[in-house]
């Protein structure tokens, strides 16, 4: 079986490449393709996973491009983690919007916007290659803002691409843990948007043990969200919120603290990163994960007095383990359910068909089916389609190079609380990527 990766030379490829090594089942992937436009970052994790493999039989064959379509012909799955605009841009995003004084960061607010209009016409692209040259091939999108890009990507495709994200598993183990169940055998009752999300319910042999956890304040005080977020406002929703939600609940004092920082995020792992790929080798590389995970949301602890993340946070385990678990239920038919970003049909009654969610689906051959979930909460109900609203006029502005749907983007989105700032936004943007300047004209 056949993987392409699109952004193939991205940090967090190796991690996917670890578990496939790990995947010893007939019907594994035995074939890796990396395509990215940078040849040097290319080569570069080819070094390291050339290192990961050293020892391992019958290790994943693993080949470079910078040819889009060469990667694509003959793939069964094409795993899509692209970066339209690199670390540069992501640091420039955040810097325009703390200019202006709101959330820079790269999938929420502006920044998020900033990035959605870069990265959808060039993922709606590389959905038509794909239907042109790998139509039973089935995609699975780890490109940012995750549940944005799947949903305009399914515009092509339709159900053959699913979206990823490794916060809701991250969030069930962490909860499970506080609880002393098996994160294993536990089901999350989790519904929302990629990055907005609620986990409402936790079962255990058929009992939801949520309540037990929201009445337990050691427990809580044990729990990375509990630190977070605070236990009398986890109680107050009755629900245990995906981590990206402090940016919504704790926004002005995310925001001074991202203005005090002397880097933003974007400009720190840019900067570490470049000492990676200027002397590649899987022990630097496994240096640079550990820092980049030990400091990772380091402005809304701080923010929050949250802490520093305890070293079970720290652990691997994450998008490139559901990755896996994707492709083994779709390719040898193992009926699996995971949390995923997936068009809604008939989830949320509060969205159309065709909106992407992120919820528990049942996952085989034919790929991906969204389980029944209960109605959102009004709060939770008013920010889903908010958002939602919000990612429509960025599809509608990426398609069209409409400027007036640009700026609906940011001053509709529940973190721009001015049209004044939506317009200096996009003005800022439009200044920094050239690629967003026909924004200016229409």
């Keep these: ?221 044990s729990l990375e969200e509990g630190r977070l977020f605070g236990a009398d406002w986890l109680r107050s929703l009755g629900a245990i919120p995906n981590e990206y939600l402090h940016y919504y609940y704790f926004n002005r004092e995310t925001v001074r603290a991202y203005r005090r920082a002397e880097r933003t995020r974007g400009a720190f792992v840019r900067d570490q990163q470049a000492g990676f790929y200027a002397e590649p080798s899987l022990r630097r590389w496994e240096s640079a994960l550990a820092e980049r995970e030990a400091t990772y949301m380091a402005g809304n602890r701080e923010a929050s007095g949250a802490g520093e993340r305890v070293d079970e946070d720290l652990e691997s385990g994450g998008y490139e383990q559901v990755a896996l678990a994707l492709m083994r239920a779709v390719a040898r038919d193992e009926r699996a359910t995971l949390i995923l970003n997936v068009r809604n049909r008939t989830t949320l009654s509060v969205l159309d068909a065709d909106a992407v969610v992120e919820v528990p689906c049942l996952v085989d051959a034919g790929g991906a089916h969204p389980y029944a979930v209960d109605p959102l909460p009004g709060h939770a109900t008013g920010l889903v389609t908010a958002v939602k609203a919000v990612e429509r006029e960025v599809m509608k502005a990426a398609e069209s190079g409409s400027r007036s749907a640009a700026v609906r983007a940011f001053a509709l989105h529940p973190l721009v609380d001015s049209v004044t700032v939506a317009r200096r936004l996009l003005d800022g943007y439009t200044a920094v990527h050239p690629g967003l300047a026909h924004l200016n004209r229409k």
């Design 1 to 221: 079986m056949r993987l392409t990766v699109l952004g193939g030379g991205g940090f967090r490829v190796p991690l996917v490449y670890g578990a496939l090594l790990g995947d010893r089942e007939e019907g594994r992937v035995t074939r890796v393709t990396l395509h990215d436009l940078d040849g040097s970052r290319l080569r570069a994790v080819a070094t390291v996973l050339a290192e990961q493999a050293a020892g391992v039989p019958d290790a994943p064959a693993v080949e470079v491009t910078t040819d889009l379509d060469e990667a694509l012909r003959g793939a069964d799955f094409v795993f899509s983690a692209i970066r339209v605009g690199g670390l540069e841009g992501r640091a420039a995003d955040e810097r325009v919007a703390l200019t202006e004084g709101v959330l820079g960061q790269e999938t929420v607010g502006a920044g998020g916007i900033a990035f959605g209009l870069r990265t959808v016409p060039v993922a709606t692209d590389i959905a038509r290659r794909i239907a042109a040259l790998a139509p039973d091939a089935w995609v699975i999108n780890f490109t940012n803002p995750a549940g944005l890009v799947t949903e305009a990507m399914s515009r092509v495709l339709g159900d053959r691409v699913i979206g990823i994200c490794d916060s809701p598993v991250g969030l069930g183990r962490r909860v499970a843990r506080a609880l002393g169940a098996d994160p294993g055998r536990v089901w999350m009752d989790y519904v929302g948007l990629n990055h907005l999300g609620w986990l409402r319910g936790l079962r255990v042999a058929g009992r939801d043990e949520l309540p037990r956890l929201l009445g337990d304040s050691e427990a809580l005080g």
